[in-house]
């Protein structure tokens, strides 16, 4: 016991000291926050009270670098409007400190303005420094030539400045001129006399010297040698008070590719740099939470350097104080918003910020969507020559062309094509697609194939797609082996659009020997892959097919790949079980798998055990095998992410606390796949409390970071309202964003095709509604080909045609889509075909009801009823309508209760009872009739009741309801 005492008192003296020091160090940084700020406002009030040349630059630089925000917010607020006025001043002034301020000026100008004029100004202000032999204008100039800013590439005239400046002992030049030097003995002599300049500058107290060898020793450093070097001369920089150095440190010590890597060294290298003014460090420390808290830095932290960002009113700081404050609730996204629009108001020429904020605008969730603006500010960042602003111009035009002015679409274009050949994957595919539907440019399937061609050599499974996709749709059929050769490529990194694909082309035998054993195959990896396109072909293939024999080559050649190893084909056998129906034998094959040691089969085995009504022991069986593949995947962050998620649909509250918890962890780290499962559990309260505006929040920051799936959820979530206030503006305008990235997906094909067939979000356009469904219907999706069917039926969109409205619903009727069977018997009933086909209809009516339609049941019993297309069969009728209002059908019950009031064998009872079970079950007519029966009786009981009935059927849309109510009403006011 004395021992515990001993061992407590310690730990409490441990911690005590502790807190005094930090206590201490919070004191002293304190201190030194409030004398830094006074000295500068001092300095400040002290040089606005001259008007020299030298007064007026050193007011200006300090304007230009920043003041400190407050005594207790050392971070740099810059003032740069204010000290371009101030060097303007002292270039009207000539003298010997013209070309000092003729160079700070125009390194303002270049961090600023990035349009020609501007440009040219900062060029000519350099030239006649340089002319008065100032170095630093030679360098910066020669530094302008060497990367052809404002005209032509000229290296040997930057090469005769870097020698000017070089000869006037400026380091930096020696080390540019070895960059640019072929012989490497000259470059050595150049680097030696650029090194030893530096070093006499740095060891006389010079702070940029010591940064600038630094960063030479980590741009050249290939090992830890001269990695070490570049650390010890960024602490002599910090040492000297360079903020900078202490930013670059930092970003070393962080660097996942460098072997000195230490993310504690690299959290204090960014404290130091906030401290001393950097708003960039104070993001990144503030974001650490939410980016996986690799620095470790505490929440409390965190908040207080977000703070003080957000004081500064760098528009970056807002930004990022934005999309933290989003993720808390209601109160947040109202932050956020303010922030947002804060930005708005302050943007500058910051290229991140204004690619943040024109995504944030286009996207339209924290601040109104505003398509000209977000145009306006990516047009802004690509003034500055940005890769991506280019990109993502070009992508909102192309997305959005009604809102394009004239001439900005050739524009879009042109900034497409230079990311694309500047090596941007998304932007070489979608150059292929505008050229490939001639969208700003002439149609052209050579020039889309090289464009595909140059994103595939970069490894982009979309572009392997869309190479496989232009072979197969060569009419010829000879290219088929090319378009096999790219689906297979996409299929090997994982991509179940790439098995489809290949499974359809097995299937169909285009190009290629049809071998529907080995469709079923890929299509079996497909689902494995989790496509439920892959589920939905895998069961029209065996509904077609028909008997034992493909399943049998199918499983055969499965079970060969588990032999021989392949850890995904136990996968793609349970899920091809699974598609016939046999759940046991896919439990039994993921359980011998998971039994050997396979992750993914004991994740899949716990999917099987919650899906459908998932009782006690099978709860307790998913528990048990989410636990093993955990444990398997803990590396992986998506699979951890999907574990986690798996976690929330347990009823215990210990399974959902640890999913929850494992879900934001990831998302901290930034990994998308987490936060659109995150957002799915959030926006319909799976193990979870509801939070709407999260889930939108995430689902938005998991698409920028490029998952496509969470755009899709997204959408569809806006489309019907689920969990989300609908707008199907928004979820139009995502679906078309899908399309244009994948527009063999036929998921959005229907989607689109929807949108324009009701109007949803779109101008209706029945006609573009038709097109996109003969694209679903055309690569076999079943949905498709009953909507095409049905366009054909009505003639929505494409004339009327009978004979293709048979077609598409047979094919749709054969996939086992049930309502495309109940479509067909209303075609070949309706008249709307070229006769009227009574047998016909009913043989539809009657596979659909097999299926377990129960409209296609009611119809079955009115056929059987009437003898109409089939012999009258008043007892068979019976049991169809039985067997629907079994399966809870309204309509059925009614029928029955009609049947068994005004049919050949009336009975009062069972009338009055399925009379009932259907107004129960909401049929608005029975509500009416039932409301009649009580409108009969004399007592109050059978007034309220009627009145009671009345109301319902009314809320039901039924109009004599609804009328005799008003009668009721009039008559129970009206003076008496």
């Known amino acids: 016991m004395t021992k515990i005492k001993s061992l407590l008192a310690s730990t409490v003296a441990v911690f005590a000291v502790m807190s005094c020091s930090t206590l201490q160090a919070q004191d002293s940084a304190s201190t030194e926050f409030q004398a830094r700020y006074r000295a500068a406002t001092a300095k400040i009030a002290e040089l606005k009270q001259r008007t020299d040349p030298n007064a007026l630059l050193e007011q200006a630089q300090l304007l230009q670098d920043g003041l400190p925000v ?50 040219q100004k900062a060029i000519d202000l350099l030239r006649r420094a340089a002319a008065l032999q100032n170095h630093e204008a030679a360098f910066l100039l020669a530094g302008l030539m060497e990367a052809g800013v404002g005209g032509k590439r000229d290296l040997e005239a930057a090469k005769n400045l870097y020698q000017i400046a070089l000869r006037s002992e400026h380091g930096p030049s020696g080390l540019a001129l070895a960059r640019l030097e072929s012989d490497p003995a000259r470059a050595n002599i150049f680097a030696t006399q650029g090194l030893r300049l530096l070093f006499q500058q740095a060891k006389q107290g010079s702070a940029e010297a010591a940064r600038t060898l630094a960063d030479h020793y980590r741009a050249t450093g290939d090992g830890p040698e001269r990695l070490s070097a570049a650390i010890e001369w960024y602490q002599r920089a910090i040492e000297l008070g360079d903020a900078e150095a202490a930013l670059h440190l930092g970003q070393l010590r962080l660097d996942q590719k460098s072997p000195l890597r230490q993310p504690h060294e690299a959290r204090n290298a960014f404290v130091k740099a906030a401290e001393r003014g950097s708003v960039e460090a104070a993001m990144i420390l503030a974001e650490d939470p939410y980016n996986g808290a690799v620095l470790g830095v505490q929440s409390n932290v965190a908040e207080l350097w977000l703070n003080r960002a957000i004081e500064t009113k760098a528009p970056r700081a807002l930004v990022l104080a934005a999309e933290i404050r989003s993720q808390f609730g209601d109160e947040g996204r109202i932050a956020a918003k303010s922030l947002l629009n804060e930005a708005l108001q302050r943007v500058d020429d910051d290229t991140t910020a204004l690619l943040a904020l024109g995504r944030h ?42 809102m394009v002015t004239d001439g900005m679409l050739p524009s879009a274009i042109d900034r497409l094509r230079t990311a694309a050949e500047r090596g941007h994957m998304k932007a070489a595919v979608e150059m292929g697609d505008a050229l490939l539907l001639g969208q700003g440019v002439p149609e052209s399937q050579a020039a889309a194939m090289e464009w595909y061609q140059r994103a595939a050599a970069s490894g982009s499974p979309v572009a392997y797609i869309r190479l496989g996709d232009v072979y197969a749709g060569r009419s010829a059929g000879l290219e088929a082996p090319q378009a096999l050769e790219w689906y297979r490529k996409a299929a090997e990194t994982n991509s179940a659009i790439g098995m489809v694909r290949l499974g359809k082309m097995f299937n169909e035998g285009r190009g290629v020997p ?126 951890t992410s999907r574990i986690a998620s798996m976690y929330l649909r347990l009823p215990d509250a210990a399974s959902t606390d640890h999913g929850s918890s494992a879900l934001e962890t990831l998302v901290r780290k930034n990994n998308p796949e987490a936060m659109t499962l995150l957002a799915t559990a959030l926006l319909h309260g799976t193990g979870i409390p509801r939070d709407p505006t999260r889930a939108e929040a995430l689902f938005r920051r998991a698409i920028q970071l490029g998952h496509d799936g969470a755009r899709f959820i997204l959408a569809k979530a806006y489309r019907d309202g689920d969990g989300l206030q609908r707008d199907p503006a928004r979820a139009f305008a995502l679906y078309r964003e899908i399309y244009r990235e994948e527009p063999g997906d036929t998921k959005i094909q229907i989607a689109l095709g929807d949108a324009y067939a009701r109007g949803d979000g779109v101008n209706p356009n029945r006609r573009l509604a038709a097109e996109f469904y003969t694209q679903a219907a055309r690569q076999g999706d079943p949905d498709g080909q009953v909507r095409l069917g049905t366009a054909y039926l009505y003639g929505a969109g494409v004339d009327r045609d009978s004979q293709k409205s048979d077609y598409w619903l047979s094919r749709a ?33 009657l596979r659909a009801a097999e299926a377990g339609s129960q409209t296609a049941m009611i119809e079955v019993a009115r056929a059987l009823t009437n ?17 629907a209002a079994a399966l809870g059908s309204p309509d059925a019950m009614f029928e029955l209760h009609r049947l068994y009031d005004i049919g050949p064998k009336p009975n009062a009872r069972e009338a009055e009872q399925w009379l009932r079970q259907a107004a129960q079950s909401g049929h608005a007519a029975a509500m009416y009739r039932l409301a009649l029966r009580y409108q009969q009786g004399t007592s109050e009981q059978d007034k309220t009741m009627t009145r009671e009935w009345l109301e319902k059927a009314a809320q039901a849309g039924h109009s004599q309801a609804a009328k005799a109510l008003q009668k009721l009403t009039a008559s129970a006011v009206a003076p008496g």
């Open 70 to 119: 407050s005594e207790n917010n050392p971070l740099m607020a810059r003032r740069l409007d204010e000290a371009e006025r101030l060097y303007d001043q002292a270039l009207a002034i000539p003298g010997t400190l013209w070309p000092s301020a003729a160079v700070r000026r125009a390194k303002l100008i270049l961090s600023r303005d990035k349009d020609q004029p501007s440009i």
């Open 867 to 883: 003898g109409f297309g089939t012999l009258a069969d008043p007892a068979l009728a019976k049991m169809w309508l039985e067997r």
């Open 813 to 845: 009727g054969e996939a086992g889509v049930i309502e495309a069977k109940v479509q067909l018997g209303n075609a070949k009933l309706s008249g709307l075909a070229a006769a009227v086909d009574a047998e016909g209809a009913f043989a539809s009516y």
């Open 361 to 402: 605008v286009r996207d339209g969730v924290l601040i109104e969507p505003d398509i000209p603006l977000a145009l306006k500010l990516f047009d802004r960042a690509a003034t500055s020559d940005n890769t991506m602003a280019y990109y993502e111009f070009a992508r909102t035009a192309l997305s959005h062309q009604d």
């Open 514 to 639: 049809q071998d529907q054993a080995l469709a079923a195959t890929w299509f079996s990896r497909a689902a494995a892959a989790g496509s439920s396109a892959a589920m939905v072909e895998l069961s029209s293939l065996y509904s077609r097919a028909g008997g034992p024999g493909h399943f049998n080559l199918a499983r055969e050649a499965l079970e060969k790949a588990i032999r021989a190893g392949d850890t995904r084909a136990p996968i793609a056998l349970a899920k091809l079980y699974l598609v016939r129906g046999e759940r046991t034998l896919a439990e039994m094959t993921l359980k011998r798998s998971a039994d050997s040691g396979n992750a993914e089969a004991a994740l899949n085995l716990a999917e099987l055990y919650l899906s459908g009504q998932s009782g006690a022991d099978q709860q307790s069986a998913a528990r048990r095998w989410l636990s093993v593949a955990e444990k398997a995947m803990a590396k992986d962050d998506d699979q």
